[in-house]
């Protein structure tokens, strides 16, 4: 059985009905990822490769330990593993998460032209895919895989 979806005409949103065999759950109240934590291995390298490189604008540093950037309405944080949990950090060249950073066409170029001239190796360089993406993959300094994008 597919749900009942309905549009509350105040806020036109779209609403999932729980079907009667369904168990009602409190994650349905789940909206949009607030922010996302890399866990870095290397916090300077991080820190310099986000700003310098990136150039995402710092919100706040709560400490050397955690460190935040914003992106568009979300946060990106910076955060040595122990900060919150006490996982080891993850072990050098695996990538712990994919982060997709949504440009125009147009910015997808010269998203890659400024990371050569930065000194970033590009692992895909702006190619458009035909799933209706021109994508742009590269590293940080940790190892996370990263893409810039465009809908196409």
């Known amino acids: 059985m597919f749900p009942f979806f309905y549009f509350d005409s105040v806020k036109l949103e779209a609403t999932i009905e729980p079907q009667s065999n369904e168990p009602c759950s409190p994650f349905r ?7 996302t934590v890399i866990f870095a291995r290397d916090m300077a390298a991080m820190r310099r490769f986000y700003e310098g490189v990136l150039v995402l604008p710092l919100l ?3 400490s050397p330990n955690w460190i935040e950037y914003g992106i ?3 946060t990106l944080a910076l955060a040595r593993p122990s900060r919150t949990v ?3 950090p993850m072990p050098a060249g695996s990538a712990s ?3 997709a950073f949504k440009v125009s066409a147009a910015e997808v170029d010269q998203c890659a032209d400024e990371l ?3 000194g970033v190796a590009l ?3 702006p190619t458009n895919q035909s799933f209706g993406h021109r994508t742009l993959f590269f590293r ?3 190892g996370n895989l990263l893409e810039v994008f465009a809908e196409i």
């Open 29 to 35: 109240a789940l909206r949009a990822i607030d922010y």
């Open 60 to 62: 706040r540093e709560l």
């Open 72 to 74: 568009g309405s979300n």
């Open 86 to 88: 006490a996982d080891p």
């Open 97 to 99: 998460l994919q982060l």
């Open 116 to 118: 050569v001239r930065q």
């Open 123 to 125: 692992l895909s360089p």
């Open 140 to 142: 940080d300094p940790d």
